[in-house]
């Protein structure tokens, strides 16, 4: 399942951010607002007109706050 946030500019190995978006194609332990840690170079980062985003895989995650 893939979890979309905004990307954080944090320079730390291990970053955090809220959930907006969980994907529905399999079940998730993930909730949109769930705080969740992972990799700093983990997933793929795309952009809209206002905001950039990150795609992450559950699978990256390291905790769920």
């Known amino acids: 399942s893939g979890l979309i946030m905004h ?6 190995a291990v970053v955090s951010s809220e959930v ?7 079940e998730s332990s993930v909730k949109v ?3 969740v840690y992972f990799l ?12 950039e985003y990150l795609l992450l895989d559950e699978k990256d995650i390291i905790a769920i706050q």
């Open 20 to 26: 907006l978006f969980v994907g529905e194609k399999t």
């Open 40 to 51: 700093a170079r983990t997933g793929r980062k795309f952009k809209t007109e206002d905001s």
């Open 33 to 35: 607002g769930d705080i």
């Open 7 to 12: 990307v954080d500019q944090n320079t730390s």
